[in-house]
Nanobody
Framework: QVQLVESGGGLVQIGESRRLSCTAS????????MRWWRQSPGKERELVATIVPDGRITSYGNSVEGRFTISRDNSKNTLYLQMNELTAEDTAVYYC???????WGQGTQVTVSS
C-alpha cells in the first residue's frame, strides 16, 4: 500500500520560511525520482521541484528557483521542501509523489498572508 503523507504546512506571513515534509512508504523510496507539486484554486497542478534518487541533482520551477530547496533523507524515507521568502503567490496545497508510482497524499496547505 503506497502512502505519501505531507506535513508542515500552515499559515505564514510574507517573507517567512517554512519546511514541508513528505513521508513515504509502500515502494522503494531510495530508488525513486521524487517531486513536489502544488495547486491553487482555479489553477492547474504545478510541478515545483524534482530530485533524483541519490539527491545529487535537483530541478525547480521558474517561480520558485532560488527560493525553494528540495532534499531527501533516504534513511528516513522522507522528502523535504525548504521554502524561503514566501509570497502570496506561493499559497497552495502542496503534494509529493514518485515517478512511476501510483498515488498522492492528502497534501498540506500553505497559506501566505498578505
Amino acid at each position: 500500500q503506497v502512502q505519501l503523507v505531507e506535513s508542515g504546512g500552515g499559515l505564514v506571513q510574507i517573507g517567512e520560511s517554512r519546511r514541508l515534509s513528505c513521508t513515504a512508504s509502500g515502494f522503494t523510496f531510495s530508488r525513486s525520482m521524487m517531486r513536489w507539486w502544488r495547486q491553487s484554486p482555479g489553477k492547474e497542478r504545478e510541478l515545483v521541484a524534482t530530485i533524483v534518487p541519490d539527491g545529487r541533482i535537483t530541478s525547480y520551477g521558474n517561480s520558485v528557483e532560488g527560493r525553494f530547496t528540495i532534499s531527501r533523507d533516504n534513511s528516513k524515507n522522507t522528502l523535504y521542501l525548504q521554502m524561503n521568502e514566501l509570497t502570496a503567490e506561493d499559497t497552495a496545497v502542496y503534494y509529493c509523489n514518485a515517478l512511476l508510482v501510483r498515488g498522492w497524499g492528502q497534501g498540506t496547505q500553505v497559506t501566505v498572508s498578505s
